[in-house]
């Protein structure tokens, strides 16, 4: 649903915010999911898009975020 939407609204640059604090463990997405995630937006997309904000990150999301980085 959301990429289909972003494909609809996105001509220009773009920014996401992503509000994870108060998550509890169990209801976190797992790293396989949010690569999938990823993965599943067009490169177009992700040319355009021109930040990503993180609210109240968890440790373990900081961490992946650390080291994805220099591959994304």
Not at 3 to 16: Q, R, S
Not at 42 to 67: A, E
């Amino acid at each position: 649903y959301v990429v289909h939407t972003l494909e609809e609204l996105v001509a220009d640059d773009y920014v996401i915010v992503y509000f994870h604090g108060s998550t509890p463990r169990h209801k976190m997405p797992g790293l396989g999911w949010l690569r999938r995630c990823y993965q599943s937006i067009d490169r177009r997309l992700k040319k355009n898009l021109k930040g990503l904000f993180l609210v109240h990150p968890t440790l373990w999301l900081r961490t992946i975020v650390t080291m994805t980085r220099p591959f994304i």
